[in-house]
């Protein structure tokens, strides 16, 4: 069975090569990017799902000479992240609280290709009410079909090309699943000929041309314990292939062809909020989690009903923001809106900052971060064990910005909750 696609083969690839840079000097990291060419943006956190750009060198500074307003579109509201693929950026949006849509607008100009739309629209609880009911997880795009995730948990697949849906699945009519409390935030994972997603009330495995469910596990009854928020990560931990899959209340790894877990240990977090996709650090895990702390575990297979240990665990905690890993460092945006700094060897924190604002997305180059911070400033960050080192900033949205930042090459798109901005490095 085929079960890497060509984007993810260069992204196996293109993660060798990272791993290479990073464990040079940070100006070798840098010349090393050189070398490795654009990609496209086609899920979450990009091409290899973790964060890091590949493609054109980033300035060495960010003002307003240095980034050009190219295009914006007005949008209904949403969080998910713009996805990038051949000439078109796809987005979605929820309007008037009925239905969702995705649309594909032209890469240079911004004007819509396609639009296609579902009934799909929820309330959130009321403690949540304030960040909106809208649209959450970000699309993947392979092999000129696009996947979506409705709130209602549906998904859905469409010609990339033309916007004509191929198939839709309801899980919770699949599997007779209660309504997910805050809808279906997690987004897909495409891997060869199968897409994987957190769905259902637990972790689902569908065929990529069909929609057909070839296998549901880790299903915990769906509801509050079922509305999933970390996106699984596909990597190899000792030799052994495998998906990380954070839940609500644990932290497992899934084969992706049998679904059965080679191990799994428990998270803690306030009300299940495990919201970050867990990162890989040198054969070991780092996650982050609102009212747990921060975790680096160590996974040992062969040790059967230990497979795995706490390396160690640091009381500082992460919130939504995936955290971005640089030179044995993880760079993480808090809880309490600071960002910070920690060593992975040792669990200790080298900085943190004053209070910024209540998220980041972070994408990162070298020994760069480009940071967006939910208030439209965007930061351009030189990771440093040392000190905060701030090397620009500038305003590139008056709106809130909750979506995952997107750079492609020269191209930086940002998702604000009315629309979305195409920028581009000069």
Known sequence: MNTRTPIQSFGCAWIIAWSIATSASPAQAVDDVK????????????????GFVSGSLWPDALDQSRLQKLWRVDLGPGYSGPIVAGQSVFVTETRDKKTEHIRALDRKTGKELWQSGWDGAMSVPFFASSNGSWIRATPAIDEGRIFVAGMRDL?????????????????MKAFESPLPAFGFVSSPLVIGDFVYVQAGGGFVKLEKATGAVVWRVMVDGGGMSGSAFSSPYLTTLSG????????????????????NALWKTPVEAFRGMNIVTPTVFE???????????????????ALADKAVSSVWRNKIQGYMSSPIIINQHAYIHLRNQRFACLDLNTGKEAWITTPFGSYWSMVAQGDRILALDETGDLRLIRASPEKYDLVGEMKVSEKPSWAHLVVVDDEIYVRDLEGVTAWQWK
């Open 283 to 301: 054969n070991r895990i780092f996650t982050t989690s609102y009212g747990g702390g921060s975790f680096l575990f160590s996974i040992d297979q």
């Open 35 to 50: 070398a490795i060419a654009p990609v496209e943006w086609n899920q979450w956190r990009g091409p290899a799902r973790d």
């Open 240 to 259: 052994t292939r495998q998906i990380l899959v954070q839940g609500r209340e644990e932290l497992a790894g899934v084969d992706p062809d049998k679904g």
């Open 155 to 171: 998904l859905v697949c469409f010609d990339a090309l033309t916007g004509k849906e191929i198939w839709k699945v309801d899980f």
